[in-house]
């Protein structure tokens, strides 16, 4: 079976927080204190719920951010346990003010800072996403145009595609609210030009068709143009 990178993290936290219950109190000779001992296991335990239940995994351009909650959670369950053997060498590892304070100070802490790290993962994964939906229609025209060259058999066909994809690819590929309208319309167009050279068109149709979409792409370009 195949194990996910949030359930063999979840696996090491708990295998860590099995080995530290075992081997503290071997190693301080003090299981009287089950207030630290307890303490320690509820961190490794938050941290696990985390991971398996409430992390929210991030987009695939947006992973190092996404990452910054694991590091957060790893560095948690290290000063948790570390505090609590802190206080048992201490001889204060029973239920005590100190214990609990120190106890609930870094549990506060760790969900404030890992609530934020998720909240700021999700908003760059959203806005990279927003990105990509932007770049994508430009770069699906230039396609489309690709495509067509390939189908043309025309010389002067061929030559008016060629400067439409040309005018397409070195213009600004991002889409806006005034240049949305317009791609669609080409993207349509295009669509209706594909078919044409696909079933053999005649040449004066197509060339009426380029005609149209230059128009278009001219419109589209100004638009962009002013919005800048």
């Known amino acids: 079976m195949k194990l996910s990178n949030k359930k063999l993290l979840a696996l090491l936290i708990a295998a860590a927080g099995c080995i530290w219950r075992l081997t503290v109190p071997t190693v301080a000779g003090l299981l009287p204190h089950s207030g630290a001992m307890l303490c320690g296991l509820a961190a490794a335990v938050v941290a696990i719920l985390y991971l398996m239940l409430f992390?929210?995994?991030?987009?695939?351009?947006?992973?190092?951010a996404g990452a910054?909650?694991?590091?957060?959670?790893?560095?948690?369950?290290?000063?948790?346990?570390?505090?609590?053997?802190?206080l048992i060498l201490r001889y204060l590892g029973g239920f005590n003010p100190i214990l609990l304070l120190g106890n609930a100070v870094l549990a506060v802490g760790y969900l404030a800072l890992v609530i934020g790290a998720e909240r700021s993962a999700q908003r760059l994964s959203a806005q990279l996403e927003r990105t990509e939906e932007k770049l994508s229609l430009t770069a699906e025209l230039s396609a489309k145009l690709g495509a067509m060259l390939a189908l043309a058999e025309d010389q002067g066909v061929r030559e008016r595609i060629l400067k439409l994809k040309e005018a397409v690819d070195y213009s600004s590929n991002i889409t806006t609210g005034s240049t949305f309208e317009r791609e669609k319309q080409m993207e349509g167009l295009l669509d209706e030009l594909l078919a044409l050279l696909s079933q053999g068109g005649e040449p004066s149709l197509v060339q009426e068709k380029l005609h149209e979409a230059e128009h278009i792409w001219r419109a589209r370009s100004a638009a962009a143009a002013s919005a800048r």
Do not use: D
Request: proline residues 3%.
């Open 68 to 86: 910054l909650s694991i590091c957060l959670t790893f560095g948690y369950v290290a000063a948790a346990m570390a505090l609590n053997v802190w």
């Open 55 to 64: 992390r929210t995994p991030s987009a695939r351009q947006a992973e190092e």
